[in-house]
T-cell receptor
């Protein structure tokens, strides 16, 4: 069966510091991968999605970037964190675009 | 434009009573609709989906949803609520217009089941 992992589970970082969040999927090949941010425990905002290695689409211009160095690895990064980057970051995968998305456990980021 | 609305910020229901969490959508073409549940500090868990076929879709944990094309609704239901059903529920629709088939999520409905 497929599983999706995210780490770290929680992170507290000072403003201006770099960021690297990692997401990995097991048990499937060539998944579509997604990064979402959830602010204030409510709506989800799609940040990036990837249909293959090295293929990244950005949904919202922002302080963040994403990379997919391996088939089942998706990384969310920032060179300098802002206070507004605080939130709950969720990674998801699907077999193909438009198919059911399955979410990871999330990373809670607090920027101080 | 594709959109999904969850008109209720919170729904309170007594344990053992039936529950309904509302969702309406606006899409061009055939809708692909999904329900997810989120427990505190956790990721979203897939409950059920409608793509085609029977308008009544059964999912995990005893939940079901009814697709109503004329009312453009996809309400989540359960015949008998449990306290453990208390969580945040999201409706989502697949956006097929851009070719990327991204999800559009509702703003979420907090369900509180009272003992």
């Amino acid at each position: 069966s497929q599983t999706i992992h995210q780490w770290p589970a929680t992170l507290v970082q000072p403003v201006g510091s770099p960021l690297s969040l990692e997401c990995t999927v097991e048990g499937t090949s060539n998944p579509n991968l997604y990064w979402y941010r959830q602010a204030a425990g409510r709506g989800l905002q799609l940040l990036f999605y990837s249909v293959g290695i090295g293929q990244i689409s950005s949904e919202v211009p922002q302080n963040l970037s994403a990379s997919r160095p391996q088939d089942r690895q998706f990384i969310l990064s920032s060179k300098k964190l802002l206070l507004s980057d605080s939130g709950f970051y969720l990674c998801a995968w699907s077999v193909r675009a438009g198919e059911t998305q399955y979410f990871g456990p999330g990373t809670r980021l607090l920027v101080l | 434009a594709q959109s999904v609305a969850q008109p209720e910020d919170q729904v309170n229901v007594a344990e053992g009573n039936p529950l309904t969490v509302k969702c309406t959508y606006s899409v061009s073409g055939n809708p692909y609709l999904f329900w997810y549940v989120q427990y505190p500090n956790r990721g979203l868990q897939f409950l059920l989906k409608y793509i085609t076929g029977d308008n009544l879709v059964k999912g995990s944990y005893g939940f079901e949803a009814e697709f109503n094309k004329s009312q453009t609704s996809f309400h989540l239901k359960k015949p008998s609520a449990l306290v453990s059903d208390s969580a945040l529920y999201f409706c989502a629709v697949r956006d097929g217009t851009s070719g990327t088939y991204k999800y559009i999520f509702g703003t979420g409905t907090r369900l509180k089941v009272l003992a």
